[in-house]
């Protein structure tokens, strides 16, 4: 198993039959704030219909703009992908959602506008999102058939019983914000040129920290008349076939990812 060494306190990664589902539900509801700031995260134990057979999920994810919302299964990695999972996910994309489960949201969460969660049921239906204990990278493809994504909750715990938690995969967000497009200094391949600088939110000779290909790397604004660039502070993980694209993610964080052509 897995370990974690914070400030001089070892955190092991709990076993995947550790614990209950309803107690790793417990524990994600009360991270939901820190792992889903834009949305609600209610507890949704409500049985509902397909063709496939009936279902009954776990929690359920409401964006606060009612623009989208999420079935939420949690697993643990214990369980079988096509024997218990995949049977499970395949009712619950399926299923129909209306009037009886907007109130059992509305029910379980007194933050909701009924009203918005009503017209919500109205539009596009939920996708399904799994999120389990263990990283399970033989779920993504066949889940993905049903437009599910699966996301990784792992717990750690020290021996005077305080947790940390590890967030991994594919997780609902609000789409990035454009902050700038990004190219290569053919030149100078370890300078990129930012054609919009103005939100970058540091100064000349200021560092920054941007998340490229799921790492954070760490950068320095460079400045020289009229052009603004940024150097990596390490080796340069760019190539210099393509230009990029700065964003602004749903936390805050800035992200650099490839132009394709």
């Not at 709990?14 to 889903?36: G, H, M, W």
């Not at 263990?134 to 005077?160: G, N, Y």
């Not at 454009?178 to 103005?198: D, G, H, N, Q």
């Not at 052009?227 to 964080?253: A, I, T």
């Amino acid at each position: 198993m897995a370990k974690i060494l914070i400030d001089g306190e070892w955190y092991e990664e709990l076993s995947p039959a550790a614990l209950y589902e309803r107690d790793i539900e417990q524990i994600i509801l009360q991270q939901a704030n820190f792992i889903y700031p834009q949305y609600y995260l209610v507890p949704f134990k409500v049985l509902v219909h397909s063709e496939e057979g009936s279902a009954k999920a776990d929690l359920a994810l409401i964006h606060k703009g009612y623009r989208e919302w999420w079935i939420v299964e949690v697993e643990r990695g214990v369980h079988d992908l096509s024997g218990h999972v995949e049977p499970q996910v395949r009712k619950l994309s399926r299923a129909t959602y209306g009037e009886s489960e907007a109130l059992a949201l509305c029910k379980e969460c007194d933050q909701l506008d009924s009203t918005q969660v009503f017209d919500m049921m109205k539009g596009k239906a939920p996708r399904v999102l799994v999120l389990v204990n263990t990283p399970k990278p033989t779920w993504i493809k066949p889940l993905e058939m049903h437009d599910c994504i699966v996301a990784t909750f792992e717990i750690f715990r020290s021996q005077r019983n305080k947790h940390i938690f590890r967030v991994n995969g594919k997780h609902p967000s609000e789409p990035r914000e454009i902050i700038s497009i990004c190219v290569v200094e053919s030149l100078i391949p370890r300078f990129l040129r930012v054609e919009s600088p103005a939100g970058l939110g540091v100064q000349a000779g200021e560092k920054i920290n941007i998340r490229f290909n799921d790492f954070l790397t760490e950068w320095e604004r460079v400045d020289a008349k009229n052009k603004v660039w940024l150097s990596p502070m390490k080796l340069n993980p760019l190539s210099s076939e393509c230009n990029y694209e700065l964003l602004r993610d749903s936390d805050g964080c800035l992200v650099l990812q490839a132009l394709r052509n």
